[in-house]
């Protein structure tokens, strides 16, 4: 029992013993869980441990138990207990957060007497452990405020706000926090107020985590200088970019925050530039670029850069600065000078393969680095390079080694530290003439056309712009050399016989009385032995000819004892006709137009195949003409049925027969006549554009190409005319009877079928030569139409429609105000007056720009006049309609003018 009814003093109390029990836990991450703004999260964090003391068992630790934490005083079949509850959270990961609120949140799952009012408190308490007991209860702190429930009871929710002790906390260092959950010391004793809590009883919290500092930055896709002044370079028109990498744990990999970008001069901080781009990947993954104008910096200035990241609510530290310095001015071309090659004009000096130095300097520059060169010398490949110079300022050397000779070009640009090069202007480059000790070698033989050939002994021609030369020295390919005495003004000719087509080389050195030879000269030249092709009937790349018409080709050779040639025209087998003399004839006979190619090699008497020489030519397609009286071409006649009779003459030799028809997929066969020629009935079965398609065929299988005959078939419908109501005007009244002709598109029509509008069919038989007259009255003014069609037996033709206007409305006329027209004025009155076709009109009803209207009376001549006064400048409309004696109304005429 306890030592009073209900209260417990704390000096007793401390001379009790209970047990404590504590229960792991872990900082439960949000996932998905939504947040005020872009940059506010939520999580819960539970208890990474809990425990209970209790009095009855005062010496005893319960940590981490199950069940669930109690709170206060109860009483059961154990006895009676006396409880608090304490609750250890971990806050190394709550480290660098910006916590905006921090709500515990302790349900309760049983309460003594929900009669009574609660008395539960929260405090701070030093840390738990496995020791933790009634006796050895962690010492209290700070009480933490009243606390606020939901409603009900138990309360699903009893909160206390602790975000001022939770920050303070977690500046402080503290790894952990302890919170005690126990009833007032007036009330701890009193069963009534005792309950129990969830024992995950976390902290709501409502925070968000600052961006990283960036990291990776570079400036123009090079690292970052962290001392001044930097990197040298230049500002291009594109401007200066700048690049880092943002991280926000929050966001991860898809989401973006703000790169915030600053740049200053070291010399002035003050003119601080900042630009930011809110689309930075926040993975960390991929660098965000900013870009500044060039106009933003001034040529030979030392910047800093720094940047910021930013999620809409935290910001991360700036970076340390990096530097840069802008160095856009390029530097003047380099000093060229050389030890051997000093000359730029014929004879020059050196000679092929006589090697030359040739040194770079700076042209007043003190920040040069290197130098690019570039050499455009005749007969070899460009050779390129970068020398790095001796120092900041210094020169640099190169050794080349020309190999043939003339003019020569050595380009050089110099570097500077910023990467600036040099411009040397449209003509750039060190110029030198190189004296030319090589012989000169030429062969008009092997010129186009070319007429030296493999076993043809060709004539070459040597001279040499160097005095005292004896004799030349030569060389075909790999054979032996041989020697050629030199005229006294230092030429000479010989007569060299290439031995294989293709590629030769004939290499040629001069000599002089000294017994010293110049430098080889490689003439290189290509022997051809692909035979010629020739022919008068079918000229290469000519249209002519035809299908079935035959013509002759000739070849002749390009290479010793040919024998035969193999020859084929497209994918056809080759085919083999022997050489007289070395000249092959054939006579082929083309089975289509279009383009033809011939394949020809020779074959010499050893076996030997030449190259192939192509021969293309273009043959006549050969189409036959086709004619008709009865379907013209490009004439429309005839319709549906109607017969035509067609005539097909032949364009090439040879025709058989012809192969015709509007499908060309599914044509009809009809033999020619002797001369060649065929005639053919052929029916249309549909009215519109047609094509009758031709082709020729001989007996031998050779065909012309298509040819078409392009006609119009009619439809066969009638047409329709009226002098009473012209299609292109307003005729007529309501109830005047009009005449219509009808007349046949057909012979063979036997009857006319005809209605007004849509009004019931009628019909009338065939006049004579195909034309019918019937009479028929419209009803109302306005628009109105006949259609018609032919019957001829038990068809018909396609119908026509004939469209008329019957008149019946007023006719207004004004001198004063024209239709359409501007006249009069403001107070000038307009005398309009108003006509008709309509009989028996005795009145009209006009009104002024939708006014009221008015009736004035028609004299016997069915005509009426008024008069009006415009009070404004400004466009009007008349609207005027006709009464006939019985009260009927003609359809409304509207007449507009412009009063100035």
């Not at 030198?432 to 030296?452: A, L, N």
């Not at 290439?498 to 030249?525: C, D």
């Not at 415009?870 to 003609?890: K, Q, Y």
């Amino acid at each position: 029992m306890p030592p009073s009814r209900y209260s417990v003093g704390r000096s007793w109390l401390t001379r009790l013993t209970v047990l404590a029990i504590a229960a792991a836990g872990v900082v439960a991450g949000s996932t998905g869980a939504a947040h005020a703004d872009p940059a506010r999260y939520t999580r819960t964090v539970t208890p990474a441990a809990w425990a209970y003391v209790d009095v009855v068992t005062p010496l005893t630790s319960h940590y981490n138990p199950t069940g669930d934490a109690p709170v206060g005083a109860r009483s059961d079949s154990t006895g009676y207990h006396l409880t608090r509850s304490y609750f250890t959270y971990d806050l190394v990961a709550l480290r660098g957060l910006h916590v905006f609120s921090a709500t515990l949140v302790a349900p309760e799952t049983t309460v003594g007497d929900c009669r009574q009012a609660r008395h539960t408190e929260l405090w701070v308490t030093d840390p738990i452990s496995t020791k933790t007991t009634w006796v050895k209860r962690p010492a209290e702190r700070e009480r933490l405020g009243a606390p606020a429930a939901a409603e009900g009871c138990p309360a699903s929710r009893v909160t206390w706000d602790i975000a001022a002790r939770l920050r303070k906390a977690v500046a402080s260092g503290a790894d952990k926090l302890t919170l005690e959950l126990r009833i007032s010391d007036a009330h701890e004793g009193d069963p009534r107020m005792g309950r129990f809590v969830a024992p995950t009883s976390g902290i709501e919290l409502s925070y968000n985590t600052p961006p990283g500092t960036p990291t990776a930055l570079k400036v123009n896709n090079g690292d970052c200088a962290t001392t001044s002044p930097g990197t040298y370079f230049p500002i291009y028109s594109g401007g200066l970019e700048l690049q880092a990498k943002v991280t926000d744990t929050d966001i991860g990999s898809w989401g973006n925050i703000t790169a915030r970008f600053a740049v200053w001069p070291t010399d002035n901080p003050t003119q601080r530039l900042v630009r930011e781009n809110p689309y930075a990947n926040a993975s960390g993954d991929y660098p965000v670029y900013i870009t500044f104008p060039r106009e933003t910096f001034t040529d030979g200035r030392t910047y800093a850069w720094a940047v910021q990241s930013s999620d809409g609510t935290d910001e991360s530290a700036w970076t340390a600065p990096c530097y840069f310095t802008v160095d856009n001015t390029p530097p003047k071309p380099p000093v060229k000078t050389a030890t051997v090659y000093t000359a730029d004009q014929w004879p020059g000096t050196g000679g092929p393969g006589i090697p030359g130095t040739f040194t770079f300097k700076p042209n007043g520059d003190t920040d040069i680095v290197a130098y690019e060169y570039e050499t455009f010398f005749p007969e070899q490949a460009a050779i390129r390079g970068t020398l790095p110079a001796t120092g900041p300022g210094g020169s640099a050397s190169v050794t080349l080694t020309p190999v043939s000779g003339g003019p020569h070009t050595l380009l050089v640009t110099a570097v500077d530290r910023a990467g600036n090069r040099s411009y040397d202007g449209p003509f750039p480059g060190y110029q030198f003439y190189v004296t030319e000790t090589r012989p000169g070698v030429s062969s008009e033989d092997f010129r186009d056309p070319i007429k030296g050939g493999v076993g043809i002994a060709s004539e070459f021609e040597f001279w040499s712009d160097v005095t005292g030369v004896v004799d030349y020295q030569y060389t075909l390919n790999d054979g032996a050399p041989q020697t050629v005495a030199a005229a006294p003004t230092g030429t000479t000719k010989v007569r060299v016989t290439p031995l294989h087509g293709g590629a030769n080389v004939l290499s040629v050195r001069s000599r002089n009385a000294a017994g010293v030879f110049s430098p080889p000269r490689a003439f290189a030249f290509t022997v051809p032995t692909a035979p010629t092709v020739t022919s008068t009937d079918y000229p290469e790349n000519t249209y002519t000819g035809g299908p079935n018409v035959p013509g002759v080709f000739t070849f002749r050779p390009k290479m010793p004892n040919v024998v035969e040639y193999l020859y084929k025209v497209g994918d056809a087998a080759e085919q083999t006709v022997a050489a007289v003399d070395g000249v092959g004839t054939v006579t082929v006979t083309p089975m289509t137009g279009g383009w033809s190619t011939m394949t020809v090699r020779s074959r010499s008497a050893d076996g030997t195949l030449s190259d192939p020489r192509s021969y293309t030519f273009i043959v006549g397609e050969g189409s036959p003409q086709v004619s008709s009286t009865d379907y013209p071409s490009y004439q429309w006649s005839g319709y549906p049925g109607k017969p035509g009779t067609f005539t097909f003459t032949p364009n090439m030799p040879g025709v058989t027969e012809y192969r015709f028809g509007s499908d060309p997929a599914n044509p009809q066969t009809v033999a020619a006549a002797p001369d060649g020629t065929a005639t053919v009935s052929w029916t249309p079965t549909q009215p519109g554009w047609q094509y009758l398609y031709v082709m020729s065929f001989a007996a031998n299988g050779a065909h012309s190409g298509w040819s078409s005959l392009n006609f119009g078939v009619n439809t066969g419908a009638p047409t329709v005319a009226s002098t009473d109501y012209p299609t292109n005007e307003e005729s007529g009244w309501p109830g005047k009877a009009g005449t219509f002709t009808i007349t046949a598109g057909r012979p063979d029509v036997t009857e006319q079928a005809y209605r007004l509008d849509d009004g019931a069919w009628q019909s009338a038989p065939a006049g004579t030569g195909g034309v019918t007259t019937v009479t028929l009255t419209p009803a109302t003014s306005g628009s109105h139409h006949v259609e018609v069609y032919s019957r001829i037996g038990d068809t018909q033709t396609p119908s026509v429609t004939y469209y008329f206007t019957v008149g019946g409305r007023p006719q207004v006329v004004s001198s004063d105000y024209p239709e359409w027209g501007w006249s009069g004025g403001p107070g000038v009155t307009g005398t309009f007056t108003f006509t008709t076709v309509l009989p028996n009109v005795t009145a009209y009803v006009y009104s002024f720009d939708g006014g009221e209207e008015t009736t004035v009376q028609a004299g016997p001549d069915r005509m009426a006049s008024i008069t009006w006064t415009p009070a404004d400048s400004t466009f009007h409309e008349l609207v005027v309609r006709s009464r006939s004696a019985d009260g009927t109304m003609s359809d409304p005429q509207s007449y507009y003018f412009g009063v100035n």
